[in-house]
């Protein structure tokens, strides 16, 4: 074997090198150590500005449309605060109250609603929201779950396995189940860049993986992570509760209008237009890519492929939300000008007429 031979210079620019690449490493090595630092402490100070629960929210269960009579659909929904509806002070503003009534009022049939959603509850919280949930014997799930496991940063990988777990359980009891997926966590004030950043791509990387597992589980998904986006940050007092961090009535009946088409859908009510544009089969790991880019885009199962339906945002024509299309506007309305709320059958004003 030939021996290689280092000249004086060649030993030189290897040391210079090598002090170069020290430097480097480094200094690397400190901007990490300073990102870490800074990460931290804008996490500590999101955890002092938004508060812990203090009391639980109001609870939505009962019966909802009792005067149409008929045996009534059992609803369960799980999940954590955002489907307890943590932030509002009455029952009737509640994603599960709002959703029960707009079922009961679509298909003219008693819905009977039990909220099994626990305040902070991440996915590995669902095995035991899905035994108490089977005791009712469920035809129909809502499951809102994902935004813990990100502030928590909880193993991804877990997180999906128990959602996925969770939703083929559900399913092999028969009950139909639509979940929400993460929402985006850096779209909330009190998060600042860059940790917003990181908490952005945590949230999509979930809500994509939760939209693989749910499919492949029998179930559908709708994205709601756009949903405290744009619209939210534009209008932050009206759509935030008082926390800053969980919706007010009017967001939470924004969220539950996104998730209302697919509900009406696995209930086997869906008279949506026919897919065009963007929409259509895709492969499931490209429907889950794409569904997390826009909020309200449901993904069901088609044989080995995926179905993409983007449902119409607020400001939008909404001819699918009905069986009807929406009435002229009257004198001096703004077309398109409908409230969130009024779309899923029960306003946050409704309360004041009610006997």
């Not at 508060?51 to 909802?64: F, V």
């Not at 029952?91 to 049939?109: C, D, F, K, N, Q």
């Not at 997926?181 to 850096?186: K, R, S």
Request: aromatic share 4%.
């Amino acid at each position: 074997m030939s021996t290689i031979q280092i000249s004086a210079e060649d030993r030189r620019r290897l040391k210079l090198a090598g002090q170069i690449l020290g430097g480097v490493t480094g200094a690397l090595a400190t901007m990490t150590a300073l990102s870490a630092g800074v990460l931290l402490r804008q996490a500590a100070e999101a955890r002092r500005i938004i508060p812990m629960a203090e009391a639980p929210p109001p609870r939505g269960d009962g019966l909802y449309g009792g005067k149409f009579g008929g045996k009534a659909i059992s609803m369960v929904i799980l999940g954590d605060s955002t489907a307890a509806g943590y932030g509002v002070h009455r029952p009737r503003e509640t994603p599960g109250a709002l959703l029960a009534t707009g079922v009961s009022r679509r298909l003219h049939r008693p819905v009977r609603l039990h909220r099994l959603a626990v305040v902070g509850s991440m996915s590995s919280g669902l095995p035991y929201q899905v035994d108490a949930a089977l005791e009712y014997a469920p035809d129909v799930a809502v499951i809102l779950i994902g935004g813990n496991d990100v502030t928590h940063v909880s193993d991804r990988a877990s997180a999906v396995r128990h959602l996925g777990t969770e939703v083929r359980r559900l399913r092999e009891a028969g009950c139909k189940v639509v979940v929400g997926t993460c929402p985006d966590i850096g779209a909330i004030q009190p998060i600042k860049p860059p940790l917003r950043w990181l908490a952005r791509k945590w949230s999509r990387d979930l809500a994509a993986a939760q939209t693989v597992a749910v499919v492949e589980a029998g179930g559908r998904t709708v994205s709601i992570g756009g949903l405290l986006g744009p619209m939210f940050a534009a209008d932050p007092v009206r759509m935030y509760s008082s926390d800053r961090f969980h919706p007010s009535a009017e967001g939470y009946a924004r969220a539950a209008a996104v998730v209302m088409p697919t509900l009406m859908a696995a209930l086997g009510e869906d008279d949506r237009a026919v897919l065009t544009g963007g929409e259509g089969v895709r492969s499931l790991q490209e429907a889950a890519q794409e569904a997390v880019q826009a909020p309200g885009t449901e993904v069901s199962a088609a044989g080995r492929w995926a179905v993409l339906r983007r449902h119409p945002w607020f400001g939008e024509p909404r001819s699918w939300f009905g069986h009807r299309a929406a009435p002229a506007p009257a004198d001096g309305a703004v077309p398109g000008d409908r409230s969130a709320s009024s779309a899923v059958g029960w306003t946050p004003e409704d309360h004041q007429h009610a006997s």
